[in-house]
């Protein structure tokens, strides 16, 4: 993930001379699940190229030093919710090199895992990541973070390259474009002023309460009611039996994620031209409808787990947890290396006061509706209603006449196209196809 306060918007300029570096066909910002299926993709698709054909250039730029899903959340014992058929490759070529089938292949573990009926760890998840993106290394650059992107080779005004610079210093120029940075972490506005070693993002929960000692009575407070929030608190029962833990909850706690067999269909392929062929307005209702496949709901194990834990708790007479229900936080205030928590019932409007040594905001993503890197690219960027670029079908964001690359928005479109894009690792591999069949398209005409 990205951090908005880390990008910087170049000066775009009217003049903006050549680049001094050769331009590639096409440059692809971020390697997480959406950059490996394009890569993946790419590849299969160059491997039937006849001989001597002429193939496009790639490149994918990635912040981390490696391949990596989510380090931060590499609980173990927590699940992935999602199939495993819905890999990085299975949807669009099952007969792909890429699938996580032929992973569990490679690493001689597919009957064992054909035992525990599809229900892949997200450990595992993170090793086919890994494996996956291996592949593709000279692809990539790694542990490089792009600082801007400017317009360049401008022709009447607008230009026909784009320049990335990157935080090392050095650039690089590109004909096309693929923004694939996924999500940012959500912080709301209170919690903001204090984040620091001792208040923080789930992202990066596993780095940070490594630091503290497990055995010692703290005060923590978990903030949130999505599996992440669920997943956070179980392990923290488990692993720092001294600690008394609050979880904190804008409306009901914990409410069971819609896994109906019916609703979940909003994650299948043809649900995407439905949802882009509808009205902002109209999005928004559908996305509201679909919110509880996806978020702020948990999985029944982690419910069930909660909830045995705490009775236990009441049965011992060593209560170690407290829910609380319908509260927001109003206002933080710092009382020596921890916080002192004002929040308020929404409804009644009483107030309760929390003290934490640590907190833990497992407060979910957001998705800008302009992405903060293209603001240089805004006075060629064709916007809707909603502020955010016009996006088409193929994913293609629509820009001026005469504007010459082609700019994709890979997994930050949901609120263009679904709940496939919401967080979601369903339609990685279509997207993908669709993508590089788009490029591929526009590039030979």
């Known amino acids: 993930m990205y951090n908005e306060t880390g990008l910087k918007s170049a000066e775009v300029l009217e003049t903006v001379a050549e680049p001094a570096v050769t331009a590639i066909d096409l440059a692809c910002i971020g390697f997480g699940p959406g950059g490996i299926s394009l890569a993946a993709a790419y590849s299969d698709w160059r491997d039937v190229q006849p001989q001597g054909a002429s193939v496009p250039s790639l490149r994918f730029i990635e912040r981390r030093p490696g391949p990596a899903w989510q380090p ?71 542990g490089l973070a792009v600082r801007s992107i400017a ?70 407070c978990v903030l949130g009611s999505g599996q992440s929030a669920g997943e956070t608190l179980l392990w923290l029962y488990d692993h720092f039996p001294n600690a008394q833990l609050t979880s904190v909850h804008r409306g009901l706690p914990f409410r069971l994620v819609d896994i109906g067999h019916f609703s979940n269909e909003v994650f299948f392929p043809d649900q995407v031209p439905y949802f882009h062929a509808l009205s902002p307005e109209k999005r928004r209702m559908a996305a509201q409808e679909y919110h509880l496949t996806n978020f702020s709901a948990v999985d029944i194990d982690i419910s069930q787990g909660l909830y045995w834990r705490m009775y236990e708790d009441r049965v011992l007479g ?39 040594d640590i907190v833990v905001l497992c407060t979910g993503y957001h998705e800008p509706a302009f992405p903060p890197l293209l603001e240089p690219l805004r006075k060629w960027i064709v916007t809707d209603s909603s502020g955010g670029p016009e996006v088409a079908l193929d994913y293609r964001v629509r820009t001026a ?45």
């Not at 819905?86 to 099952?94: E, G, S, V």
């Not at 170690?320 to 409007?349: C, K």
């Open 72 to 142: 931060g959340l590499l609980i173990r014992g927590a699940d992935l919710n999602h199939h495993f058929l819905r890999d990085f490759a299975t949807p669009r070529d099952p007969r792909s090199r890429f699938t996580f089938a032929c992973y569990l292949k490679e690493t001689g573990r597919l009957f064992q895992f054909g035992h525990l009926g599809g229900r892949v760890s997200r450990v595992e998840w993170n090793d086919y990541v890994v494996w996956t993106a291996r592949h593709f290394d000279p692809l990539v650059r790694y």
């Open 318 to 356: 060593t209560t170690r947890a407290e829910v609380i229900a319908r509260h927001a936080a109003s206002e933080i205030e710092p009382v020596g290396e921890g916080f002192r928590i004002r929040f308020v019932d929404g409804l009644s409007g009483a107030e309760r006061m929390v003290d934490a």
């Open 151 to 220: 317009p360049a080779a401008m022709r009447n005004g607008a230009p026909n390259l784009i320049e990335l610079e990157l935080d090392d210093g050095s650039r690089m120029a590109a004909r096309n474009l693929v923004v694939s940075t996924g999500q940012f972490p959500r912080v709301p506005e209170p919690f903001r002023p204090h984040l620091g070693p001792r208040m923080f993002h789930s992202a990066g929960f596993l780095d940070r309460i490594s630091a503290f000692d497990r055995a010692a009575p703290l005060k923590i």
């Open 401 to 445: 006449s005469g504007f010459g690359p082609a700019l994709y928005l890979n997994g930050v479109t949901e609120r263009t196209h679904g709940a496939s894009d919401a967080s979601s690792l369903s339609m990685t591999a279509l997207k993908a196809q669709t993508i590089l069949e788009s490029f591929l398209t526009n590039r030979n005409r």
